[in-house]
């Protein structure tokens, strides 16, 4: 199998994430931060060592304001209702995923307003549209850093500078960045970062985390035991005790951990760099091809490794049957849970082929998937 679907979800996970999860699971086994004994400490020393590594990767920052969740959407959640309240609004781009949409449509009942700033048919956002859509009661910013359709790279960094100058907070969604190009949230004037630990930072399913810049504090979505406190029967006010209730995945933050070090060891530049080169192939031999439609940015270097296309006449979820069974080729068909990005840039509502790449995939894999086209382009002539 040619496994295209990267932007799902990585695969392979590199044999030292599954070997890490595997020890964890035969030789540790403890619940992190709930004992004393030898194996609850090594547990803890687990999930400390992750975060260690999880700050490093975002330019130092200080690892008590990480949070660890199941995901990037849970991460989100946290972010918009620990900070918006009754009569806040906020301001948002048409690119986004359902995992703030929906959220922002939940808060809506709660007196919670939001303003999405429309996008060019590329997919792309003009900072300079923010200031024509801001009201006295706008209290933050949120934007995806990529988009899961098209790849396409928001104007992060300017719209943090704007941000700031503004008095505004700036939550950014990382699920298609993280361990795909560097994301320092002290550099880009990010108050808030989510992200996931299974896609690009190759830790398995069920890790994600939301930086808080320090300085900032957030309601809590859920309370319970914490290991911490436990005479009180207030959630304690400790980092990250405070947003960490239950127990965590710590046989998948032990994967996470060997993850981060692989996306260190073959460099977010490097990792980059190969992901474009295999993105700006596609573009230019899908882009002349009569019968495919190419969607998104045609500057290939503005995007991350995910490229979304058409055949005329066929549905997505036909060619990506013909591609599965036929050629042994995975990549995603539809909507990709972000319906707003597809009506911004034309494709709604049947969606888009999704192809991304991850730091394994070669370039035969995507001259397979070429030649795949091609024919079946000939079968439907």
């Known amino acids: 199998m040619i496994y295209l679907d990267n932007a799902a979800t990585s695969f392979p996970k590199p044999e030292r994430v599954i070997a890490a999860i595997s020890r964890y699971c035969r030789e540790i086994g403890a619940n992190p931060g709930r ?18 590594l999880l700050a490093h990767l975002l330019g130092g920052v200080d690892p008590s304001r990480i949070i ?30 359902n995992s703030v949409l929906r959220p922002l449509h939940h808060l809506e009942r709660l007196g ?17 549209d923010i200031r024509r859509h801001l009201r006295p009661e706008t209290r933050l910013i949120a934007l995806v850093h990529a988009s899961n359709v098209t790849g396409g790279l928001m104007p992060v960094a300017e719209v943090g500078a704007l941000a700031r100058e503004l008095g505004l907070l700036f939550l950014v969604d990382g699920a298609q960045t993280m361990g795909a190009l560097p994301v320092e949230p002290e550099r880009l004037s990010i108050d808030l970062l989510a992200g996931p630990g299974h896609k690009g930072l190759l830790g398995p399913m069920g890790t994600g985390f939301l930086y808080v810049r320090p300085g900032l504090d957030l309601d809590t979505l859920w ?23 239950g127990t965590l995945n710590a046989p998948g933050l032990a994967g996470l951990a060997e993850g981060i070090a692989e996306v260190q060891e073959r460099g977010l530049d490097a990792i980059a760099a190969h992901k474009t080169r295999l993105m700006e192939r596609l573009y230019q031999e899908f882009h002349p091809l009569p019968g495919v439609i190419v969607y998104g940015p045609a500057r290939r270097h503005d995007c991350v490794g995910t490229l979304s296309f058409n055949v005329t006449g066929v549905t997505s979820n036909e060619v990506a049957h013909i591609l599965d069974t036929a050629y042994g080729i995975a990549v995603r068909p539809g909507l990709h849970c972000a319906p707003a990005a597809h009506q911004t840039i034309g494709s709604f509502p049947e969606g888009t082929v999704r192809v991304s790449v ?17 024919q079946i382009l000939r079968f439907r002539r």
């Open 112 to 128: 919670i307003t939001h303003t999405r700033i429309p996008c060019s048919p590329e997919g792309l956002l003009d900072p300079a």
């Open 223 to 245: 309370e319970g035991g914490t290991g911490s406190r436990s005479e009180s029967t207030t959630q304690p006010e400790s980092w990250p005790d405070r947003f960490e209730s």
């Open 358 to 374: 991850g730091p394994y995939t070669t370039d035969d894999e995507i001259e397979a998937l070429i030649k795949a086209v091609e």
């Open 35 to 52: 004992a004393s004994h030898r194996l609850a400490r090594e547990a803890s020393a687990v999930v400390a060592r992750t975060r260690r």
């Open 68 to 97: 660890f969740t199941p995901s990037t959407t849970v991460a989100l959640n946290l972010a918009l209702k620990g900070i918006l309240h009754t009569g806040d609004h906020m301001l948002t781009s048409s690119m986004e995923h």
